[in-house]
């Protein structure tokens, strides 16, 4: 049984910024720090976790002018493919929705684009990474 949680709320958001780390930034030799910008205090958090607590996922949303910009989704390697991403992403969409706001953008690695094409977001324009060397790409989906 999973639960999608805000980290900021308890004790996890510790915990939280770590799997962020660990899932994007560690793997390209990021130091810790690295995963945080400067919109951490006016975004949206959530965190999925499983029966004893533990993050397995997690994603973050913020508002611009009359749009959203999603980041920073994660979900162990250990988990994979076993639809908890989608319903991060899910949440993360219907936080958007409930703030009167339809349109959402996002910069994907070039992995995570099936992913996202699954959840309906279409494919934009190359991009430059704000970090590492990684193709991204911009991508949209209007709610
Ligand atoms: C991208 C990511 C968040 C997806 O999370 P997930 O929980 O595995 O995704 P889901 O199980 O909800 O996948 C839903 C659908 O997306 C597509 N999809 C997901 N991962 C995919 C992959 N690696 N290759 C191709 N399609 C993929 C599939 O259609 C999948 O449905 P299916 O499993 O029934 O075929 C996760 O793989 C991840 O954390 N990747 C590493 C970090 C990363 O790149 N994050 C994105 C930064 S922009």
Redesign the pocket.
């Known amino acids: 049984m999973i639960r999608i949680v805000d980290p900021k709320k308890g004790t996890m958001y510790d915990d939280y910024l770590h799997l962020r780390w660990l899932?994007?930034r560690e793997p390209l030799g990021g130091e810790r720090g690295s995963e945080l910008d400067d919109m951490e205090s006016v975004s949206y958090h959530r965190a999925i976790v499983d029966k004893d607590n533990d993050i397995i996922?997690v994603g973050r949303v913020h508002f611009g002018d009359s749009l959203a910009q999603i980041r920073?989704?994660?979900?162990?390697?250990s988990?994979?493919?076993?639809?908890?991403?989608?319903?991060?992403?899910y949440t993360l969409e219907k936080i958007v929705y409930n703030h009167g706001i339809n349109k959402i953008f996002?910069?994907?690695?070039i992995?995570?684009i099936?992913?996202?094409q699954?959840?309906g977001y279409s494919k934009i324009k190359r991009v430059e990474p704000s970090f590492g060397d990684i193709i991204?790409y911009r991508m949209e989906k209007i709610l």
């Not at 920073?72 to 390697?77: E, F, P, S």
């Not at 996002?106 to 690695?109: G, H």
Request: proline share 0%; charged share 15%.
């Open positions: 899932l994007l996922g920073y989704m994660g979900v162990k390697h988990h994979s493919r076993m639809g908890y991403g989608t319903k991060l992403l996002l910069n994907s690695r992995n995570a099936s992913f996202y699954k959840n991204h």
